[in-house]
């Protein structure tokens, strides 16, 4: 009987009419000049590329494989390209390891050059950090850790690796002026490395502590404001750092949280914690409910401040950036109220909350929010605090968000 009804759902298989217009195979897409200013860059570690997603429509519009580790790019305002540290193994997951800054154009997003460097790239769980490109485009820094740590200087212009510059008990890699980079040393002191015309070393200073990391240490996560890197310490203080100079100005430090706040146990949280929207000076922080070490902990609300009047301007509640299976979003077009089931969750289930938070740059600025265990993204009126939609880029996880264009960019 099965064999007779299978046949007969061939025949009308065959007979049935194919509406459908035939596919034109072998084009390919650009991205539209000037890129749009709502438009946002998540890291899957998982699926291991970034994924370029439009907050307002929803649609991908892109992605790059970052290779092994979270894949952060590089976003000069000078030119069309990307840079992208990369590490890949010649057997996938072992093998030979090579280390490359791929240079991709930033309309086709077709690599068109890499740069081989050392194999000491440092590979973390860091959204940040992990490489820098001087303000004036000129060259990028590369953190390494072999555990010795260093910086490999790359000349984006020439398409050159220069050198390794060892930086012994500090790590990472902040811009900090023209062929210039800050490092966070072990013992709370801020490195500046400085280059010269060809990326060599001319100079480094060390300054004295600026945190005590026994105590209070800062998180890596930093903002900047013009000249200004804002770190925030594990009990909400923050330390502005002007490094563009020698020697580096270290501003009056300022708190997140006034004494209700602390004894409530409110406390900074999340994998990228911190997100700044330059033409106000507004700073927007994760916030949650928790005790000591507990600054990985996903947010529960954003804290919204006046980065110039140090005042906190708005709390705002967060709703789950969504569930996503296999990077397909779950439950996002449920009616209410199934759809708030995901709301409810993350508040029982915490680890699924908010861990990743940035900001569109241009006037009508959008906030977009992410979670370590998801690839759907919650966007927000990053004004208002209203929020607006989920949207799904298809990755899985969201360990890094970036929101690098203004809108301004032209065909240069």
């Known amino acids: 009987m099965f064999h007779r009804w299978f046949l007969c759902a061939l025949l009308l298989a065959g007979t049935a009419r194919a509406d459908l217009p035939v596919e034109t195979t072998g084009s390919v897409e650009v991205l539209p000049v000037p ?25 991908t519009l892109g992605m790059l494989d970052g290779g092994f580790g979270v894949a952060s790019g590089l976003f000069p305002t000078q030119r069309r390209e990307i840079y992208l540290p990369e590490t890949h193994y010649s057997r996938g997951s072992r093998g030979e390891r090579t280390d490359v800054v791929t240079i991709y154009d930033a309309v086709t997003l077709a690599p068109v050059a890499e740069v081989k460097i050392p194999p000491g790239r440092a590979i973390n769980a860091l959204s940040a950090a992990n490489a820098a490109l001087s303000d004036d485009e000129r060259f990028v820094a590369v953190f390494d850790y072999t555990p010795a740590t260093a910086l490999s200087i790359v000349d984006v212009e020439r398409r050159a690796f220069v050198g ?120 927007y922080s994760l916030m949650h409910q928790g005790g000591p070490d507990t600054h990985k902990q996903p947010g529960t609300e954003l804290w919204v401040y006046d980065v110039e009047g140090r005042r906190r301007l708005q709390r705002i509640p967060l709703r789950s950036p969504g569930f996503t299976y296999l990077g397909v979003p779950v439950g996002n077009d449920w009616p209410w109220p199934l759809s708030r089931i995901q709301d409810w969750l993350v508040a029982y289930l915490p680890d699924l909350g908010v861990g990743s938070v940035a900001v569109t740059q241009d006037d009508q600025p959008l906030l977009v929010t992410g979670s370590n265990f998801s690839g759907s993204l919650a966007v927000y009126d990053a004004l208002s605090g209203e929020f607006l939609r989920r949207v799904a880029p298809g990755n899985m996880t969201t360990l890094g968000l970036q929101t690098p264009w203004t809108g301004a960019e032209t065909a240069r």
């Open 35 to 59: 890129f749009g200013p709502h438009w946002a860059w998540a890291s899957d570690v998982v699926l291991r590329r970034i994924a370029l997603v439009d907050l307002e429509s929803g649609r």
């Open 164 to 283: 390794e510059i060892a930086t012994p008990g500090c790590s990472l890699a902040y811009a900090a002026g023209p062929r210039r980079f800050a490092m966070l040393c072990a013992d709370g002191a801020l490195l500046t490395v400085t280059l010269d015309a060809n990326g060599r070393e001319s100079g480094r200073e060390r300054s004295k502590p600026f945190f005590d990391p026994a105590r209070d240490p800062v998180t890596e996560k930093a903002v900047r404001w013009g000249d200004r890197w804002l770190f925030v310490s594990f009990e909400g203080l923050v330390h502005p750092v002007d490094a563009s100079g020698s020697p580096p100005r270290f501003g009056e430090r300022w708190s997140l949280l006034d004494s209700t706040d602390r004894a409530e146990g409110w406390r900074i949280g999340g994998h990228q914690h911190l997100a700044l929207h330059g033409p106000t000076g507004r700073l």
